[in-house]
């Protein structure tokens, strides 16, 4: 019987999805998905009720989950990321199950222990053969790497591939391959092109941005790292892409030959990689259409499953190869715990992503933020939500100075000799309140919880409640 | 702790290689392969006893191993093919515990499934980077595809890369990721590239080989299958290779663009993707180095895993998309079986490798034999040992006509409007017969139990004694 399916409905019934099953999502298409919606409306069509999504992030373009949610189609939710449209009901309670979060990282080291048990995988692919050997990096929704859909497409009990683009068997150049695939049904769009390029991903104008960014790369610099061999990644947030800038030109200037970047690849990376600083890409997921470009014609770009990104269950990953990080952060606090899950309402706007996961490992962690946003603090006396422990985090830079995390004494020392503007965090703490007031103190009421989030080691590292 | 050994002692130390345990191999670098020897010289040196080898084939390069099971430092042997040196060795009962021949497509099915453990896995690697990113194309050994390496990489409790090529971090064109990777040691050699080229890919010469070539290619195109969409695939003998090139000269005097090339893949395959006969190959083993430089550097020539090729566990393979395969025989008796296990003598002289695997999912299975070698009768009442179920083979081709399995009813009449020579097989058994007087009965006495030959679904299928 040929896996090919005339319809996404025919694929659902093939695959025999029942009430109550856990049916998983990757996020490469990021806010242009579509089929995250599509499987949902006709899993809603076709009267499930009580499914389990299991995406490795939710975008804004996944608005619509929210009133699956509220039919009782959906009311379980598992993700590494949730961006605040959705993050917003959940905080209002929408659903009765708390969200479960995990980091990128875990995410596939609990789908590939077995500890998360998926029935069904829906994978978008921007191109497939009729068997499903597929790829990221052709057809008119390419989306470059699939790093967080290998697992998925390893241990689901049923893989369905819905694509675009249908190409001749076999697809050569598949990332992900036949003997794991069930169904491969094709539709009209998997995504819309342009939201596949997420605005993060933009390079900032602002002052403020910039003259943090400057400090950051001034502050890896300072810690020794800008030389031979050197291997970086940034977030894909508009400050980390201009300490990426900052950190290009001392590699230029120097001739500095690094190793590795490393992440989500945006075109910054690319512009480095053919400029020299760096041999090589390794790529979990491509943030705009330059990364795509490269990953599919340079072979010194090359795309990494999640697990070999950063799960704590693989032998090695590239993050603990890694030497420096930029991350963002929603809040920091006095212990340097940062959180990214929530923001200063209490209310869930993001995830940990790969944050926890790569400045666990990483040689050197610089969180990269401006010292208030909207004229809130982000150096507050405890985070909301512990995203990622203050033990994982080694730098804080905000355009009034950076702070060292004393759990690295060697760092003060050396950005001091760098003369770099060294502040101890609470003194930026302080600055901060002297700027923006006394914080309004902000505790959500602790009656039901809305989200668990779990640790890199599946501990229950924080709890969000609902507001 | 580095994964980096000085030594392969350190390296075995560190993986923990205990009495009773079982390591395995791949067999990419064939006839000159290095590893398995290597390793087991190490563990006699240690004192270690009791091993299990689990080795997706064993060449005559491998002939100390013999010393090893007389020393009792290995006393299991699981395996795909054994060549004719240890195969005879066996055969003569070096072991105690009988052989285990599973196929290569059950092999990675039992691996993956948990059916067979695997302690330790030494992966011969032509390159690999110091955190055990692994490939096959690169360097002095390159062999190309690690196709059948990917079951023992993923599942084996501690996996040990060897190589002699040691490259920068990360490196990118990786088969084998560093996620699955416990330890790297450099050696000065894996193998030796001139034993990497088997014999048993040349060109025959003999008019006999041409012949039956000749007509195993027409009666591929009798059965109608030499039109655009063809898949194909070749064993690595004489008489295969010379088939390929009569398919090749139909192929192209009809401008007829096929799919795929697919198996053990060698030079005149990627003739054929060249000259555009096929738009891919699917390449789980290289038999020669234009197949490796192929593999390296044309984006259609693709490296699939053991499992995509051929395993009975997977969703689909590339074989299950075959249109033809030409392939080998030992012998072949009146109900068609097929036996590429042992000789006339019934000593062991192979395996199944990927033959009883494709035979069952191909679409027309062509064997293509002389009706004698060495003055015996390839056809035969009963065949010494059943590798391939008869139930599999559809046509017989040998220098004197073309027998076609009875429960193909449409392929005779088919070959018969083409006007090629069909005969009953009982026909081509008399002919046998008359030209090198009647066979000898051999039977080895059924005293012990040489080899258990498995079927593709793990089923005991045939039982090989002691001669």
Same mark, same amino acid.
């Given at each position: 019987?040929?896996?090919?399916?005339?319809?996404?409905?025919?694929?659902?019934?093939?695959?025999?999805?029942?009430?109550?099953?856990?049916?998983?999502?990757?996020?490469?298409?990021?806010?242009?998905?579509?089929?995250?919606?599509?499987?949902?409306?006709?899993?809603?069509?076709?009267?499930?009720?009580?499914?389990?999504?299991?995406?490795?992030?939710?975008?804004?373009?996944?608005?619509?989950?929210?009133?699956?949610?509220?039919?009782?189609?959906?009311?379980?939710?598992?993700?590494?990321?949730?961006?605040?449209?959705?993050?917003?009901?959940?905080?209002?309670?929408?659903?009765?199950?708390?969200?479960?979060?995990?980091?990128?990282?875990?995410?596939?080291?609990?789908?590939?222990?077995?500890?998360?048990?998926?029935?069904?995988?829906? +994978?978008?692919?921007?191109? !497939?053969?009729?068997?499903?050997?597929?790829?990221?990096?052709?057809?008119?929704?390419?989306?470059?790497?699939?790093?967080?859909?290998?697992?998925?497409?390893?241990?689901?009990?049923?893989?369905?591939?819905?694509?675009?683009?249908? *190409?001749?068997?076999?697809?050569?150049?598949?990332?992900?391959?036949?003997?794991?695939?069930?169904?491969?049904?094709?539709?009209?769009?998997?995504?819309?092109? @342009?939201?596949?390029?997420?605005?993060?991903?933009?390079?900032?104008?602002?002052?403020?941005?910039?003259?943090?960014?400057?400090?950051?790369?001034?502050?890896?610099?300072?810690?020794?790292?800008?030389?031979?061999?050197?291997?970086?990644?940034?977030?894909?947030?508009?400050?980390?892409?201009?300490?990426?800038?900052?950190?290009?030109?001392?590699?230029?200037?120097?001739?500095?030959?690094? !190793?590795?970047?490393?992440?989500?690849?945006?075109?910054?990376?690319?512009?480095?990689?053919? @400029?020299?600083?760096?041999?090589?890409? *390794?790529?979990? *997921?491509?943030?705009?259409?330059?990364?795509?470009?490269?990953?599919?014609?340079?072979?010194?770009?090359?795309?990494?499953?999640?697990?070999?990104?950063?799960?704590?269950?693989?032998?090695?990953?590239?993050?603990?190869?890694?030497?420096?990080?930029?991350?963002?952060?929603?809040?920091?606090?006095?212990?340097?715990?940062?959180?990214?899950?929530?923001?200063?309402?209490?209310?869930?706007?993001?995830?940990?992503?790969?944050?926890?996961?790569?400045?666990?490992?990483?040689?050197?962690?610089?969180?990269?933020?401006?010292?208030?946003?909207?004229?809130?603090?982000?150096?507050?006396?405890?985070?909301?939500?512990?995203?990622?422990?203050?033990?994982?985090?080694?730098?804080?830079?905000?355009?009034?100075?950076?702070?060292?995390?004393?759990?690295?004494?060697?760092?003060?020392?050396? +950005?001091?000799?760098?003369? +770099?503007?060294?502040?101890?965090?609470?003194?930026?703490?302080?600055?901060?309140?002297?700027?923006?007031?006394?914080?309004?103190?902000?505790?959500?009421?602790?009656?039901?919880?809305?989200?668990?989030?779990?640790?890199?080691?599946?501990?229950?590292?924080?709890?969000?409640?609902?507001?």
């Amino acid at each position: 019987m040929s896996k090919l399916c005339g319809t996404l409905r025919e694929a659902m019934e093939r695959a025999g999805l029942e009430n109550g099953q856990t049916i998983s999502f990757h996020h490469h298409l990021r806010n242009g998905d579509f089929v995250l919606n599509m499987v949902l409306e006709e899993a809603a069509a076709m009267g499930l009720r009580d499914l389990t999504v299991c995406a490795s992030s939710v975008f804004d373009c996944h608005r619509p989950l929210i009133g699956h949610i509220q039919r009782g189609v959906v009311t379980g939710l598992e993700t590494s990321y949730l961006s605040s449209a959705v993050g917003r009901a959940v905080s209002q309670g929408v659903l009765d199950r708390p969200v479960v979060f995990r980091t990128h990282g875990s995410r596939p080291a609990d789908i590939l222990s077995g500890k998360t048990h998926i029935d069904v995988a829906f +994978l978008a692919a921007p191109a !497939s053969d009729c068997e499903g050997n597929c790829s990221g990096k052709y057809g008119p929704s390419a989306c470059g790497s699939l790093g967080y859909a290998f697992a998925d497409a390893q241990k689901a009990d049923t893989v369905v591939v819905i694509t675009d683009c249908l *190409q001749d068997y076999p697809l050569t150049d598949a990332s992900i391959g036949e003997e794991l695939v069930d169904l491969v049904v094709k539709v009209d769009a998997i995504g819309d092109p @342009a939201g596949i390029v997420s605005g993060t991903t933009r390079m900032p104008r602002d002052p403020v941005a910039l003259r943090i960014a400057e400090l950051a790369a001034q502050a890896i610099d300072a810690a020794g790292l800008i030389k031979d061999g050197f291997s970086f990644q940034t977030g894909a947030g508009g400050a980390s892409l201009a300490a990426a800038e900052h950190v290009r030109r001392r590699m230029l200037e120097r001739k500095v030959r690094g !190793s590795f970047a490393l992440g989500g690849i945006t075109g910054y990376m690319v512009d480095m990689l053919q @400029a020299g600083c760096f041999q090589a890409i *390794q790529d979990v *997921q491509c943030f705009d259409l330059k990364a795509v470009q490269s990953l599919r014609e340079d072979p010194r770009h090359r795309e990494i499953t999640a697990a070999q990104y950063a799960s704590p269950a693989s032998k090695s990953t590239a993050a603990s190869h890694l030497d420096a990080v930029v991350l963002g952060a929603a809040q920091i606090d006095l212990d340097f715990n940062v959180n990214v899950h929530t923001d200063s309402d209490g209310c869930i706007i993001g995830g940990s992503g790969g944050h926890t996961d790569v400045a666990e490992e990483v040689g050197l962690t610089v969180v990269a933020a401006p010292l208030s946003r909207a004229r809130m603090s982000i150096v507050v006396d405890k985070v909301l939500t512990v995203s990622t422990p203050g033990s994982s985090i080694d730098l804080l830079v905000t355009q009034y100075g950076i702070a060292a995390n004393p759990g690295r004494p060697e760092l003060r020392p050396a +950005l001091q000799k760098a003369g +770099l503007p060294v502040k101890d965090i609470r003194e930026l703490r302080e600055l901060a309140e002297s700027i923006n007031g006394p914080a309004a103190p902000c505790q959500p009421p602790r009656e039901r919880v809305a989200a668990r989030v779990l640790g890199r080691r599946g501990e229950e590292q924080d709890l969000i409640y609902t507001v």
